[in-house]
């Protein structure tokens, strides 16, 4: 059984209290973020979703309304590639150094 706001990709979705004022927001993709849209989760009371609430916060949907447009495409292909921090040593495949 999964746990309300967590799917097969992680958690997506977060309940988070923020001076008095309950929102569901979308879940930070860094770590450093509870929330997509900046919330810090150590300084705000995060919790899980109840069933069938919704993303509530505009500033997450903004940031989503804005972005949902870009395709992989549009990124540097070192970005888009399966190794997405290579080290400052590493080489490309196939290719040799000088």
């Not at 997506?12 to 919330?39: F, T």
């Not at 989503?64 to 290579?86: H, K, V």
């Amino acid at each position: 059984m999964r746990h309300r706001g967590v799917t097969s990709r992680g958690l997506m979705w977060v309940a988070i209290e923020c001076e008095g004022v309950r929102k569901i927001h979308a879940a930070g993709i860094d770590g450093n973020y509870a929330s997509l849209c900046g919330l810090d989760g150590e300084e705000n009371r995060v919790s899980l979703p109840k069933r069938g609430e919704k993303i509530d916060c505009p500033q997450c949907f903004a940031i989503w309304n804005e972005t949902r447009y870009y395709r992989p495409g549009d990124f540097a292909p070192e970005l888009t590639s399966t190794q997405i921090n290579p080290s400052p040593d590493s080489k490309p495949e196939g290719k040799e150094q000088d």
